[in-house]
């Protein structure tokens, strides 16, 4: 299903998806944050978990001071330096405007929103100054232009866990699968590969040399051509192990298209 970040609100009742602390306290207790100055850029901190985490476990992270902006029509820069809070007004919320707060930080840790492209953007943004980042968003993230070039550098990854509960505005509860993305280190273990080779089972697509496999669990262990799977292999992708070569928008196989393919072989 290759539908744009930029249509991916209007699919789920609009673009507010506040991130529950306990997702938060899962995700970021895999990472070394010792040191770093953190910057959480689309972050209330009246409101948001990322601040309450960081607020809450300032000590046993070992962070250097916490940071955090958010869009208002009263945009401030608010501050932490483990003792202190502090804030002062700025001129605009939005993290595009405010390269130069970032260029404070040594990582972006937020959950931005999902519409206008805005998750690239703030990928591209971070990379560009040379920082760290961790963010939540859906799937679709990786198959945006540009996006596979990040994935093969090792500058765009899957995190740990994915996030399908948010809290919404009106204190409902907003089910939406998202994934985790960072450029921090992240170990994943090799897929166990089983299965074999067996051509009458693989068919190729019509328009790419490659050939089909459904799920991760059917892709041969004896073949070395390129191999189509689907766009949520990227959660268990280790670069150890696969090459991304290519992303396959609309595939067909027998005549029938079928969803977008990340075109893969084994090291």
């Known amino acids: ?29 895999n990472y070394d944050f010792s040191g770093m100055v953190v ?6 901190p009246q409101s948001s978990s990322f601040v309450k985490y960081f607020r809450d ?43 130069k707060i970032m260029d404070l930080c040594d990582i972006v840790v937020t959950n931005p929103p999902f519409s206008e492209g805005l998750p690239s953007k703030l990928v591209n943004m971070v990379i560009s100054k040379g920082k760290k980042y961790l ?48 450029n ?19 068919p190729k697509y019509d328009n790419y040399d490659a050939i089909e496999c459904g799920k991760f669990a059917n892709i041969p262990k004896d073949y070395d051509g390129k191999m189509g799977v689907p766009i949520s292999f990227i959660r268990v992708f280790n670069p150890n192990q696969f090459t991304i070569h290519d992303i396959l928008n609309t595939p067909r196989l027998n005549g029938k298209k079928m969803y977008t393919r990340f075109i893969i072989s084994k090291k």
């Open 184 to 202: 921090m280190p992240v170990e994943k273990p090799d897929l166990n590969l089983t299965a074999r080779y067996d051509e009458r089972l693989y």
């Open 39 to 44: 910057y959480c850029n689309c972050d209330n």
């Open 135 to 182: 963010i939540i968003a859906p799937i679709q993230l990786c198959i945006k232009k540009g996006m596979l070039e990040l994935v093969n550098s090792g500058n765009l990854k899957c995190g740990y866990n994915q996030v399908g509960r948010f809290d919404r505005p009106d204190g409902s509860i907003g089910k939406v699968t998202t994934y985790w993305w960072t």
């Open 57 to 99: 476990n300032f000590d046993s992270t070992g962070i250097k001071c916490l940071l955090a902006t958010f869009y208002s029509n009263e945009p401030i820069l608010y501050r932490y330096d483990g003792v202190k809070e502090t804030t002062k007004p700025i001129t605009s919320g939005s993290f595009l405007d405010n390269g």
């Open 1 to 29: 299903m290759n539908f744009l970040l930029e249509a991916f609100n209007n699919a789920h009742g609009g673009d507010e998806f506040y991130t529950r602390y306990d997702d938060i306290k899962k995700e970021l207790a």
